[in-house]
């Protein structure tokens, strides 16, 4: 889906949180190939992303053109500065009523409030839609996220043990978190 723009005005920053356009798919898949080497926190390392800006397009445009789904981007005074996203779990109709969703800031943009700004939208415009509960993993490491994820309301469910490995041989568990809307 595509919603209206937002501007807010915080600590003397303009933030703007909008919807990706098509034309912004190398924005979109360099950021997500940088921030992905900036933290241990996401799912791949920059050398394992292999997708072209054409399949980064066309995830632009299915997001945008799909009323269950949203792509929203941050900019922090004009500059890019990272996305959140939510998508239903699956098509069907017995899970129609759960969305995960992804947060990717780069991190020279972390630590100031910026992550919560984006998922009260997110979290907000997913319940207008219908869905009653997101959910998402987070690492056990990731004590930003989760501290952030407590404060909107989501609660820890379970986890997968030692489900990312690094190659110092130490661990992180897979935390499962859900939040009713
Ligand atoms: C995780 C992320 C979305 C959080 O957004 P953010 O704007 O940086 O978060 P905030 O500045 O609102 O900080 C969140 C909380 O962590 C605290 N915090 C900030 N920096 C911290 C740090 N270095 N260590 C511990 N806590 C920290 C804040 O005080 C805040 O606590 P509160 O919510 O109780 O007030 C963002 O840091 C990010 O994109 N990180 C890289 C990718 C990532 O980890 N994605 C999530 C994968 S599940």
Known sequence: MIIDEEKIIKDGSEIVLRCARADEAEMVLDGYIKVSGETRFLVGEPDEIKLTVEQEREFIDGSNTNDKKLLLLAFVDGRYAGNCRFEGKTATRKFAHRASLGIAL?????????????????????????????????????????????????????AIPAAVKFPDGTSFDEILMYKKL
């Not at 630590?111 to 997913?126: C, F, H, Q, Y």
């Not at 490491?141 to 379970?158: P, V």
């Open 106 to 158: 780069f991190q020279e943009f972390t630590g100031r409030g910026l992550g919560g700004i984006m998922l009260e939208k997110l979290l907000a415009v997913a319940k207008e839609k219908g869905y009653e509960q997101m959910e998402l993993t987070v690492y056990s490491g990731n004590i930003r996220a989760r501290k952030l994820y407590k404060r909107l309301g989501f609660k820890e469910c379970g």
